[in-house]
Structure formats: structure tokens, C-alpha cells
Antibody
Framework: QVLLQESGPGLVKPSQTLSLTCTVS??????????WTWIRQPPGKDLEWIGY???????QYNPSLKSRLTFSLDTSKNQFSLNLRSVTAADTAVYYCARRYLVAAALDSWGQGTRVTVSS | DVQMTQSPSSLSASIGDRVTITCRSS??????LNWYQQKPGKAPKLLIY???TLQSGVPSRFSGSGSGTDFTLTINSLQPEDFATYFCQQSNSIPYSFGQGTKLEIK
């Protein structure tokens, strides 16, 4: 059974960097079958795809966030991470990590989500 | 960007009913449409991918259809555990956008 678990601070100050980590168990982030993905849902709004990272380190970012985003992969810890710079209140959301299965082109496993509030 | 419009936004139904949820994309996404179920406080769960393929372990009362811009999720013979929020997602072009969700409630 694949499990993904998000971790990180629940409160971030405006203009600072939001850093989240997703720890994967039951699967390897080195697998060539998956893209490791971040999604978020601001309060009262739709889910928003943030982007993904592949085992090679290749990334795809949502163009609306690209200038502030960096993803990374730590194969030794079986984790992947998100850094979002210069946050504002608009970045307040529940953040999910998920696994996109290449063959299905779908997110077949998700974390439960972590709530992040941007506030001073 | 591809816009996904899901309807209805909420739906009341009874155990044993058949319900249909629709999702429309602003441009053709071929068959790259996925359906998910989410219950409060839980991780979303993949139900259907590429419009009509049932994810392993998902009951056969769930089915999906459509291609191009119009898609449907049908749940036959609603069970108590089916009351949840459902949302669609297109996986044809980046950014992979989501519908706004349909909350299925017990009548």
C-alpha cells in the first residue's frame, strides 16, 4: 500500500518561503512510472495543480507559480519537496502531495493534505 | 489554460438511486479526464481515469464516459459510502486543471 504524508509548518509569514515535504512509503520516488506531484486547494476555491517532479529531477510547474517555485527529490529519504517563495495570503491553502501514474495519466495516490496559512 | 466546468455543484439522492455528474472542458481534452472521490478529512481517491477506465478496487457501480469536451460520471445503486465530493481533472495539457467539485448528499 502506497502512503504519502505531507509535512511542514502550518503558518508562514508573508514574503517568506513555504517549504513542504512529502514522505513516500510503499513506493520509490526513483521509480520511472510516476511523476511526484503537488496540488493545493485555497479555502472555498477549486483544486489547483502546482506541478510535478520526475526521478530525473525534471520538473513541470504551473505557469502561474513558476517564478516562485522549486521542487526537489531526495531518493535517500524517499521524499520530495516544495519551496514556494515570497508567499502572500493568496497562498493560504491545503497542500496535497500525490503520485501521478504515467500510464493512467492520473493521480492514483494522494496524501491527506496539510493546511498552510500565510499570515503575520 | 483548460477550464473545467462541473455540474451540478451539489446533489441530493437516496440510497439505491442512480446519479450522473457532468464535466465539460473549455477545449478538447480527448479522453484525458479523471474522476476522484473525496470524503472530509481524507485523501482524494482515484475512481476513473482516461474517461472510462475503472481504477483497480473501485466498485463497478461507478462508470465514466465521454470524450472531447463532455464527460459524465455515473454511480448506479448509490451506497451509503458513496456520499462524498466528486471532482474531475483533465490531464491533457499543463496546467492540469480540476472541476469545482460536486457534493453528493443523502436526501
Amino acid at each position: 500500500q502506497v502512503l504519502l504524508q505531507e509535512s511542514g509548518p502550518g503558518l508562514v509569514k508573508p514574503s517568506q518561503t513555504l517549504s513542504l515535504t512529502c514522505t513516500v512509503s510503499g513506493a520509490s520516488v526513483s521509480s520511472g512510472d510516476y511523476y511526484w506531484t503537488w496540488i493545493r486547494q485555497p479555502p472555498g476555491k477549486d483544486l489547483e495543480w502546482i506541478g510535478y517532479i520526475y526521478r530525473s529531477g525534471n520538473t513541470q510547474y504551473n505557469p502561474s507559480l513558476k517564478s516562485r517555485l522549486t521542487f526537489s527529490l531526495d531518493t535517500s529519504k524517499n521524499q520530495f519537496s516544495l519551496n514556494l517563495r515570497s508567499v502572500t495570503a493568496a497562498d493560504t491553502a491545503v497542500y496535497y502531495c500525490a503520485r501521478r501514474y504515467l500510464v493512467a495519466a492520473a493521480l492514483d495516490s494522494w496524501g491527506q493534505g496539510t493546511r498552510v496559512t500565510v499570515s503575520s | 489554460d483548460v477550464q473545467m466546468t462541473q455540474s451540478p455543484s451539489s446533489l441530493s439522492a437516496s440510497i439505491g438511486d442512480r446519479v450522473t455528474i457532468t464535466c465539460r472542458s473549455s477545449q478538447s481534452i480527448y479522453k484525458f479526464l479523471n474522476w476522484y472521490q473525496q470524503k472530509p478529512g481524507k485523501a482524494p481517491k482515484l475512481l476513473i481515469y482516461t474517461a472510462s477506465t475503472l481504477q483497480s478496487g473501485v466498485p463497478s457501480r461507478f462508470s465514466g464516459s465521454g470524450s472531447g469536451t463532455d464527460f459524465t460520471l455515473t454511480i448506479n445503486s448509490l451506497q451509503p459510502e458513496d456520499f462524498a465530493t466528486y471532482f474531475c481533472q483533465q490531464s491533457n495539457s499543463i496546467p492540469y486543471s480540476f472541476g469545482q467539485g460536486t457534493k453528493l448528499e443523502i436526501k
